[in-house]
């Protein structure tokens, strides 16, 4: 996270905490409560216009949906998330978060927060076929680097590549990865409470294998139905940075599944719809309108995962397949200059990927434990609330 990012948000979490342990009269702690939600939605504003002008401004910034842009994006959801739940919930009387609209309203968030769990682990396994991307053209570099290039090397080269190009144009990009991996803990006492466990947040491991049945779209799709921006007074409530870090959390987790091949990804580039009068959400709509166009022309050649790499690996791996089909020894020399700075340009992909893959999985897995143990602090706040709300036998 840059500097300045962190001192922003560091300052504005801090201010908050100071005011919710001041005595202050109920007139000027309304006009305070103002400020800060009015803050909170300049504050998300920036990051996702950094995160839109990093991909039309400058040529050397990082490229819409790579691996570090989207490292990125989940950075800034961490900064949005820790400071959506200063506004709603630090410091403050637990009844003030029950009262309609938000009786509503934060079991709704809830409820999406448990759902974005399976996008994580359905992008993380999809980042594992990814790795098995990776590992295919760098088979096929190593071959290619061969100095001379005979038959043996394009051989072997195009078996790699052409396994490469197959599994990218696959309806399902996650086919082939079996193996089964968690985020949590096991929860040895599931059977004991389980429903307690689940209602305080305390979620058993997440397998990797998904449900056959179990579509991205439909989750994402799931997650917006009933997303609908706060109106009247209700718009300078609490029920708007509630509604802000919804659309937040389904954009971002819409974003990584276009980026990442997922299981049943099919037309989710309509499912999303942000009100275009709210400031704040301006740069969203602009990521958006950019991702939904990339994926438009992606889904008519039956290609899944709009991630940058992914998307150059599959140009340079198509132009070494025709060269492999039609190579015979001896090649002309500028053919071979052409095939020598595209094997140079698909090895450092592969070493994007090498560098990248796996700190994105990370950042993925801390989105996971991070939204889980915000669910639970919720969780319990509402209990406390509702012990408050009900008179004593």
Not at 47 to 63: E, I
Not at 199 to 207: A, E, H, K, M, T
Request: net charge negative.
């Amino acid at each position: 996270m840059p500097a300045t990012t962190e001192n922003n948000q560091g300052s504005f979490l801090g201010r908050i905490s100071i005011r919710r342990n001041q005595v202050m009269s109920m007139d000027g702690s309304h006009d305070q409560e103002l400020e800060d939600l009015e803050l909170f939605q300049k504050h998300v504003s920036d990051r996702f216009t950094d995160l839109l002008s990093s991909t039309t401004d400058d040529p050397s910034a990082d490229a819409l949906l790579s691996i570090s842009w989207l490292r990125k994006l989940l950075d800034e959801f961490l900064c949005c998330e820790a400071e959506f739940k200063a506004v709603v919930m630090m410091g403050r009387d637990p009844s003030q978060i029950v009262k309609p609209p938000l009786d509503k309203l934060l079991p709704e968030f809830l409820d999406r927060v448990v759902k974005s769990l399976d996008v994580c682990n359905a992008v993380t396994l999809g980042l594992d076929a990814v790795k098995n991307l990776q590992r295919l053209a760098e088979i096929a570099v190593a071959a290619l680097e061969q100095i001379p290039i005979g038959d043996g090397q394009v051989r072997r080269a195009k078996k790699a590549l052409n396994s490469l190009i197959t599994a990218m144009t696959q309806e399902d990009g996650t086919k082939g990865t079996e193996r089964s991996r968690s985020f949590g803990r096991r929860n040895n006492n599931n059977n004991n409470n389980n429903n307690s466990s689940t209602n305080r947040g305390g979620f058993r491991s997440l397998s990797w294998t998904m449900a056959r049945n179990w579509s991205s779209a439909k989750q994402i799709h799931a997650m917006s139905s009933n997303l609908a921006a706060p109106r009247g007074a209700e718009a300078s409530g609490l029920a708007l940075p509630v509604y802000i870090m919804s659309t937040v959390l389904v954009f971002v987790m819409w974003t990584l599944v276009a980026a990442v091949p997922c299981q049943e990804r099919n037309g989710l580039a309509t499912h999303l719809a942000f009100p275009r009068q709210l400031g704040w959400a301006q740069p969203m709509i602009g990521l958006q309108e950019k991702i939904a166009e990339e994926w438009k022309k992606k889904e008519k050649k039956g290609s899944v995962g709009l991630l940058e790499e992914m998307q150059r690996m599959e140009k340079l791996g198509q132009s070494l397949v025709d060269f492999a089909e039609s190579f015979q020894y001896p090649a002309e020399t500028e053919r071979l200059d052409e095939v020598k700075a595209q094997v140079e340009e698909l090895g450092e992909i592969c070493k994007k990927m090498e560098e990248g893959l796996e700190p994105l999985q990370q950042q993925i897995r801390e989105v996971f434990h991070r939204v889980v143990r915000s669910r639970t602090e919720f969780l319990v706040v509402l209990d406390q609330a509702g012990k408050l709300s009900t008179p004593p036998l």
